[in-house]
Nanobody, 122 residues
Framework: QVQLVESGGGLVQPGGSLRLSCAAS????????MGWYRQAPGKQRELVAVMPTGGSPNYAASVKGRFTISRDYVKNTVYLQMISLKPEDTAVYYC????????????????WGQGTQVTVSS
């Protein structure tokens, strides 16, 4: 059974910083990409940043230059460093693991974390 467990959300003032972490646990053979999505109230879930294994990160235009995604391939963990936070960054942030295989011949699957709340407010 694969689990993605997020941590690091919270309340921060505009201009502040937060670091989100997401650890994938279970008998994992490989992961094609890990990333972060967010969903604000009344809005659709949107991509924030994604990092393919061995590739370069991609960011939403709204966070480019302020957010940095990184991965620890040994720990199957993905991080999101967020600086210069704005009220419009307020949302539930979800970790995503795509192309996750439990064995070399196993089918790739997609997994989601439970979400962590980020609130940017004075």
């Amino acid at each position: 059974q694969v689990q993605l467990v997020e941590s690091g959300g919270g309340l921060v003032q505009p201009g502040g910083s937060l670091r989100l972490s997401c650890a994938a646990s279970g008998s994992i053979f490989s992961i094609s990409a890990m990333g972060w999505y967010r969903q604000a109230p009344g809005k659709q879930r949107e991509l924030v940043a994604v990092m393919p294994t061995g590739g370069s990160p991609n960011y939403a235009a709204s966070v480019k230059g302020r957010f940095t995604i990184s991965r620890d391939y040994v720990k199957n963990t993905v991080y999101l460093q967020m600086i210069s936070l704005k009220p419009e960054d307020t949302a539930v942030y979800y970790c995503n693991a795509n192309g996750l295989r439990l064995s070399v011949l196993g089918p790739p699957g997609e997994y989601w974390g439970q979400g962590t709340q980020v609130t940017v407010s004075s």
